[in-house]
């Protein structure tokens, strides 16, 4: 068993009692062991339909608060190669807005609460996957993750996160899955060393992706993990506690085996864009001090801003195989929670 | 047989001759046997998959002119359930305006007649889902079902309500199964009181739900309804021949064994709000009136608004119950249609 | 064998090699023998089941950045036919804006370039079907057909065109079905006279389905096409070399066994709408000069615009035979690419 079976938050006491057993996909926290985890998406990467019985007569429901394409389609390919069936509902465009606070006097835009949604959910699907994204005005709240808590406790079954206000587990264990292949492959036994870079970007975006990345670098354990970042741009420390912290991205780069390129909007300055600066953007001219580095991004990406043209069109860049593995990160984790 | 092996309208002389046998699924009328239906509901809420089989190779076909969560979700697994293959269209979304009228130069918003539409769709499904709401601006034209019946009328193949412009027949069916699934664990012979009342909202909502709960309560004639709304609220006539109508709550409530709340535009007045009054809210207070009724709303439901927060989380609510029983309603007439 | 096993596009250098064997269906050049195309199609039309485990454990991706009703449905319709997994995806309200030209600073609207995006799908997919139209505002940009062909050049699968710019594949196989059928079910044996006649509209319509039509009946051979509009909308040479082209409407009618109605806006003048005469709708007088003929059209089509009421409900119009076959064009397709 490499997920944990508990739930990721603490449930209310008027909640619906989980049954015995189920689990979460929330965060790095809700998994026992990430290389068995990482050892099952790899077995799937080799043979996709090996567990084509396991989600027989089970169903996922997949709700999207905000657009998703490849964790919506990765997700999908990952649920019916384990033969599960898959309910796709995009809230915000099929649905309506939900309620998430308490007590409220519902009179105003939204037409449903979530105790209610969810619980609902709860009696259609075996498993429930959610997206959702910060507001980026609200720091305490988004970091709260009450969206995503209110699903885990009202649903009574298991909730995987298909990205939250501050996390997006599944892209993280799609990179790790990543990292360690190419690593193999090319037959290393030392640590490799990774750097995230902050790269610039037009809009205010979340810090999901790098505070799950961080998270799950920390606990991985097996790399070197550096973050560097323009000045106010550090993420919270609770997620890269263990790794090293710059702000020179050249001393930065320097020897790295993985370059992970992504934007973030501050988590100091809540949601705001500090910084634009274009010498950030990673260029064939950035990599020449490290090691040959193999370039990631989770995507989209935005060419030219964030990577150059000759770093994603070119030898280095390994993109494209980072987001095919999201469907057997996304396997793995199914097969976990329905196995 | 349980469902009528005819069809809900009457087929006008040009319309696709209807192959021997099919039928509809619009309202009351096209059921022959109601308990008979809630039999086959319950049994297939204690084995979903039995009839996993019968809709191998068929295929159903769900048109949404009107957003819709749990009807779209119950339904897709019911369908699921049985082995039938689910087609979603938004056609409000993903597709273009319809044209209803006969005989219109359609030169404006409309790119395709509902006579083409239906028809195309009578070629690519085995049965076809519809959900349509009313304007509430003209109430003939409402009431007359024009959008239901043109389909009814083209398709050539069974049609199934997925709520109408005046009735949702897949809801009022599983509010029977929940009635008598919950009347009978209470091992009760006589028959319950059932009061459907009216309660406030901050917009003006079609009469499909309370107009399709009465008659079908009506039929069942294994309860005894009451229902109460305040002047200017009731609903047509044709509905609600046998249920006992009022206008005071409380007394309506007295000695209850379900109350059934719902809010609905004035059908006299036709879709206008008459009254706001927040004294119709149901309550915990409102309930001590009654027999320890279980409380029941088709959702979503607008929290502290139609109905406290007190009752929603509390013990007398079947609210998630009667929504997770949309499944059992709809694999039942699915079932019947296709067996 | 009967796609080529060959690129509809020539690939760059710099993009993913394709597996032997793989193809497309972008344009009638990608089919080496109609008939044998059409003989499929007929036979699933007898018997839709027959090939269910064929594409077992494969998977078509559906990417609309267009709205779609007949294509997308009976698409969908005839891979689960053949027993594939469907994933349908409407990247212009699920997803976000692509990018589609080379070298740009993405620093506006779009979020993801074709690049990325398309191998990705690559990655995901077995098959990519892909809907898009043209801007209707630069011509050579339009016919360049650059959003069809970076799909081709860099999702690394067979791509199966569900409208392009330019043409409509689908559409028109699915309409010399139509016209096999129906000539032979009247056991004729000489070539029929197939009459395509521009109708007005009030909307500027690409040319995709006649520049397709006429593509298809050109090469296909097996009728008499000629091709009639008011002066100014003539179709691209390319298309309709070896139709008779004519600009008066009741001659060109003459003897006509099918009539193929459809707007489209000007290519000379392009995207222009040069005429709104309503002469040039099809009624039935016009057809008194024709051999009795087949009225066809591809849907949606506006009534007592572009065709009469009288027509279209009367015993002439095959328009919704032509839209059912539209399932098993497809079906054979996807055999053929999957088989």
């Given amino acids: 068993m490499v997920l944990k079976k508990e739930q990721s938050f603490k449930p209310l006491a008027f909640s619906i009692k989980l049954k015995k057993g189920m689990n979460h996909f929330i965060s790095v926290h809700d998994v026992t062991d990430i290389n068995q985890l990482v050892d ?13 019985v396991l989600g027989m007569n ?34 915000d465009k099929e649905g309506w807005q939900l309620e998430f606070a308490d007590g409220t006097v519902m009179n105003g835009g939204s037409s449903e ?23 980026l005005k609200n720091r305490d709240e988004d970091y709260s993750e009450s969206y995503m808590q209110k699903f885990v406790q009202y649903a ?13 587990p599944l892209q993280s264990l799609a ?40 998270q799950w670098m920390c606990r991985w354990n097996e790399a070197d993990l550096t973050i560097v970042q323009p000045e106010g741009y550090e993420l919270k420390e609770d997620y890269t506690a263990g790794a090293c912290i ?18 973030w909007s501050s988590y100091r300055d809540y949601g705001k864009i500090l910084s634009t600066d274009a010498s950030w953007m990673i260029t064939d001219e950035k990599l020449k001090a490290t090691n040959h580095a193999k370039v990631m991004h989770c995507l989209p990406v935005r060419r030219n801003l964030v990577i150059a043209d000759e770093v994603l069109d070119g030898p280095q ?19 976990e929670i329905i196995g």
């Fill in 40 to 52: 099952q998406a790899l077995a799937y990467k080799q043979q996709p339909f090996q567990d084509k």
């Fill in 58 to 91: 089970k169903t996922i429901g997949m709700l999207f608060m905000n657009p998703s394409m490849r964790t919506r389609i990765s997700t999908q390919v990952a649920a019916r190669n384990l033969g599960m069936e898959v309910i796709v509902f995009n809230v």
């Fill in 113 to 135: 609460h979530v105790k209610e949604a969810a619980r609902v959910m709860g009696r259609y699907f075996d498993v429930l996957a959610i997206r959702t994204f910060p507001s």
């Fill in 156 to 168: 009574g079954i298991p909730v995987v996160s298909m990205e939250s206000a501050t996390l997006h």
């Fill in 175 to 214: 990179d790790i899955i990543t990292i360690r292949e190419q690593w193999q492959q090319g037959g290393k036994t030392t640590k490799p060393k990774v750097v995230m870079t902050w790269a610039p970007h037009v809009k205010a975006l979340p810090q999901s992706v790098p505070n799950s990345f961080a």
């Fill in 246 to 263: 710059e702000h020179d991205q050249d001393k930065a780069l320097r020897d790295a085996d993985f370059v992970y390129v992504k934007n």
């Fill in 317 to 335: 860049s390994i993109v494209v195989e980072e987001a095919g593995n999201r469907v057997w990160a996304a396997q793995a984790v199914l097969s």
